[in-house]
Every structure is written in C-alpha cells, then in structure tokens.
C-alpha cells in the first residue's frame, strides 16, 4: 500500500478553499481517495468582480496571504503534486491575469483561470456516477457566488452541460435579471423530457451547509417541501439573527439564500422532488484529474 498526496485550490466568488486529499494506492484494487484537510477562507472576490469590474488591492493582498499561507500547508501536508483554479470572479475581472501574475510571483502558486465549460468537464470527473442510476435522468447544479453550472445525465450519459451567470454574490449584488431566470428555466426544460423521472445532484457549500441542518444523514436526499421550507424560514430572519441564533458564518448567512433560491427553481423546472447532496465538487474533480494526468 502506497499513500500519496494531492491538493486543490478552487478559487471562487464568494471563498478560497484548500483541499488536500490522501490517494491510497494498492495492489489488487483500484486507488480509494480520502479527504485529509479542507481549509476555506472567506475572500469574497465577486464583491469586486461583479461590482467594480477589477479586484481590489486590499482583495488582492487578502488572497496573496492566503496563497501563501497554503503554499506552507502544501509543505507541512507534504503535498506532491496541487492545481489551482479560478472560476468566474477572477473571469470577469478586468486585471484577473495581473492578479494571477502577482500571486505566482509572492507565493510560487500558478492559477489557471478557466471557463464555464472547464469547470462542469472537471466537476463530471467526481464520483457523481456512483450516485446515477440508468432509470432516470440527473440535474447536476453546482451553485457557487458568480455562476452556476448546470449538467442534464439521462439513462447514465451526460447529455448537456451550461454555466450561467447566475451566482449567489451576483444575486445578492441585484446583478442578476429576469431574463437570465428566463434562461436558465428554458435550458432545463429544453434538456429534459417531458415525462422524465428527475432528481438533483446538488454541489456547493451552501446545500452542504443546508443538508448539514436538515439533520438527514450521509445520503439521505434533501425533499423540495423541507427546502421550500426551510428557505421561508432563513428569508424571515434578519441577517444578525442568522449568525446569532443559526450559528452561521458571517460570510453564509447571506448567500445561503439566494442558494436555495436556485436549488428550489431548478426543481421547479425540472420537475425534481429530491435533492441529494453527495458533498463533491471542483476541487474533488481537480484531485482526480490531477491524478489520472499524473503521468
């Protein structure tokens, strides 16, 4: 038995997440990877991205702090071998290379920027086909604070795959119009068949965070009636009572609403009655497209 370590870095709009996986490697049977660390640090990027157009320089320090201080816990961990990427913030940011280009030279970390399109083909490398049954078909929704990636699985095969400029700092921002709801509702519908079984995959920390408070268990789907629910609930506090009574992070209490407002239209339109919640997303696809591209 051999164990090696691999890292992510998923740089997104709302937070910088580091994880660091152990690849255990045998003999007679396939490698099983287990998480060893996940460190999140609530830099909210989209806040200028989407707002100002560029990030700012005390952003920007924030997130050279940050790449630094993973770069010693890559060391510590004895991390051989990571991948860094950076979704829509750093996308649409007018000097999203030059803040790649300075990371790079005060921390040694090297950022691919990459597209929609690069980030669902990353997230479809999980182990979301252990979770797809060939009866039905899967709505896939990765929520993250400036896009949403939507992927339609029928009868076991991908069938379609769209990122959407609809995220929960964007919403949060007043940023997102009518017409991208528009959108997105008649890519769902166009992708699907009328009479399909539906059932979502849900990604991102916010429906992790929402089936955390469920109180279900690993693997048991959240229902569109607790959701419908519990975003009435969350909607009806104020933002201090949600952080005071909830016990959520500052920096979740309020995008964990407009989350569950794009989880609960996708159902609408998909016609989905559950949502399961597997906890896997970019940066476990990182880790096994890191791997298989090892050599």
């Not at 940011?93 to 690069?118: F, H, P, T, W, Y």
Request: glycine share 8%.
């Amino acid at each position: 038995m051999v164990v090696r370590k691999f890292a992510a870095i998923d740089i997104g709009s709302n937070a910088v997440r580091l994880l660091v996986n152990n690849v255990i490697e045998h003999e007679d049977k396939p490698p099983s990877f287990k998480k060893s660390a996940l460190i999140r640090v609530p830099v909210r990027l989209g806040e200028d991205a989407f707002t100002k157009g560029a990030i700012s320089e005390t952003s920007l320090q924030r997130l050279i702090q940050t790449m630094q201080s993973f770069e010693l816990l890559m060391q510590v961990y004895g991390v051989e071998k990571y991948m860094a990427t950076a979704t829509s913030a750093l996308r649409e940011a007018n000097n999203g290379q030059e803040v790649v280009d300075r990371i790079l030279q005060e921390s040694g970390i090297g950022i691919e920027i990459i597209d929609g399109k690069r980030e669902a083909e990353i997230i479809a490398s999980t182990d979301l086909q252990e979770l797809i049954k060939k009866d039905r078909s899967y709505l896939y929704v990765d929520v993250g604070g400036g896009s949403t990636e939507f992927t339609v699985f029928s009868k076991g095969v991908l069938k379609a795959s769209k990122s959407f400029r609809i995220g929960t700092v964007r919403i949060l921002k007043g940023l997102v119009t009518e017409q991208v709801w528009d959108d997105v509702q008649d890519w769902i519908r166009g992708n699907l068949q009328e009479d399909a079984k539906v059932e979502i995959i849900g990604s991102g920390g916010n429906i992790n965070k929402l089936h955390k408070m469920s109180g279900r268990k690993v693997g048991q789907p959240l229902s569109y009636i607790w959701l419908n629910a519990q975003y009435h609930f969350l909607n009806s506090m104020d933002y201090e009572d949600r952080v005071s009574e909830l016990g959520l992070n500052q920096d979740r209490a309020d995008v964990i609403i407009p989350a569950a407002k794009i989880f609960l239209s996708a159902a609408k339109w998909s016609g989905a009655k559950k949502i399961h919640v597997p906890k896997i997303g970019l940066a476990d696809g990182m880790i096994k497209t890191l791997y298989y591209l090892k050599d």
